[in-house]
């Protein structure tokens, strides 16, 4: 199983983007042709997280159970996910006994 949230160029683009506006390198005038939105609120979705017991982790150590950042890559085939915060080798899953 592949699953891939974002594609490279869209996470480049979302990286430069969060740049700009940590600079304050923005101005609306930059954006007259995005559309408008009214009556906007924001809801609350899940993201996709990993949780498990952690080995090998460079700030919780071994052997907690954790859950994870929001996961933007992960390969069952390759044993490898990729968090917001770090690359995971994966063990065995809980659901298949497998990676």
Known sequence: ???QYASVD?????VE???LAETGSLSVS?????PILYSHQIIPLSVGILKGVVEGH????????IT???VFFIDTDLGLA???????RLGVSAQTGRC
């Open 1 to 3: 199983m592949k699953l």
């Open 10 to 14: 869209a996470l480049a683009r979302l």
């Open 17 to 19: 983007d969060l740049r």
């Open 30 to 34: 930059d954006f007259s042709e995005s």
């Open 58 to 65: 460079p700030k919780l150590g071994t052997g907690r159970e």
């Open 68 to 70: 994870t950042s929001q």
């Open 82 to 88: 990729r968090t917001l915060s770090r690359w995971y």
